[in-house]
């Protein structure tokens, strides 16, 4: 029989969302224990138990809003007072339940392998994030460069993309050695359901880029989801500099903290017009 760890592990692998509700604190008598646990899974369904009847229905509600806003909630019921919680099975007490969402780790698909990737790679791998490595040349995109990264391709990039399907969750940085390369990716990414985009250049090189994938038939609301120039504007000079910059933005995603990311995005918009 799967536990209820195991399953976390196993929600995590497959790159899906959860919630754990644990009992932190008792006071009298409660139809469970201290320490009793609930998961709640993406899809609803659950796995273990914190007592039963409203206690629970309104647990799992709470776990259903910390798994859309990926922030963790505490909650207490007076089992005693509220007589919604009365069920014939409790003597009556206190109890307090901690949620706290189970993610997947942050997947990043890093196209390029040049100065500014493998300097993107080493922060984005301390900042909690696996790496997937993508490059066309095998003198960059190698375990020499890149020792830690989940997966290594190195082959052209519309054959790699081809094998890639990327969830709601990913991350992924565009840095290529050329307009051209980058263009191929882009038109491939914005079809995806990837959480976050972004792709290096400057703001006329973006704007260019608009432009001619308006005219093959793109949509201009799904190039408004790409971060170009990507990364938070921090004045950043050097490829380690730039690197900070885009695994800053990332994590202001990952993290709900998208205001300042907000900011840059009108201020982008304007100049475009």
């Not at 014939?88 to 392998?113: D, K, M, N, Q, S």
Request: net charge negative; aromatic share 6%.
């Amino acid at each position: 029989m799967i536990d209820i760890y195991e399953e976390i592990v196993k929600l995590r692998r497959e790159g899906r969302k959860a919630a754990l509700a644990t009992i932190i604190n008792v006071r009298g008598s409660i139809p469970s224990f201290q320490s009793a646990k609930m998961l709640v899974r993406d899809d609803g369904s659950i796995m273990g138990t914190v007592g039963g009847g409203c206690v629970e229905a309104e647990v799992w509600q709470a776990a259903r809003e910390v798994i859309e806003k990926e922030r963790p909630t505490t909650l207490t019921f007076n089992l005693n007072h509220d007589p919604k919680y009365d069920t014939g099975l409790v003597c009556g007490g206190t109890l307090e339940i901690y949620v706290e969402p189970v993610l997947p780790t942050a997947l990043l698909y890093l196209f390029g392998a040049g100065h500014v990737a493998v300097n993107v790679y080493k922060i984005a791998l301390q900042a909690g994030f696996d790496v997937i490595v993508i490059d066309d040349r095998e003198s960059y995109a190698n375990r020499e460069r890149f020792p830690e990264a989940r997966e290594i391709h190195a082959e052209d990039f519309e054959k790699v993309c081809a094998q890639f399907i990327p969830n709601e969750g990913d991350f992924m940085v565009i840095a290529t050695r050329g307009h051209r390369d980058d263009m191929r990716v882009l038109r491939w990414a914005v079809e995806t359901p990837i959480r976050y985009l972004g792709m290096i250049g400057s703001q006329r090189k973006w704007i260019a880029i608009c432009d001619e994938l308006e005219r093959e038939g793109i949509a201009r609301e799904k190039l408004d989801r790409v971060h170009s120039p990507v990364g938070l504007d921090i004045g950043a000079i050097t490829p380690e500099e730039i690197a900070v910059a885009i695994v800053a933005e990332m994590i202001a995603i990952r993290r709900h903290a998208e205001a300042g990311v907000k900011r840059k995005r009108v201020e982008r918009k304007v100049i475009g017009t």
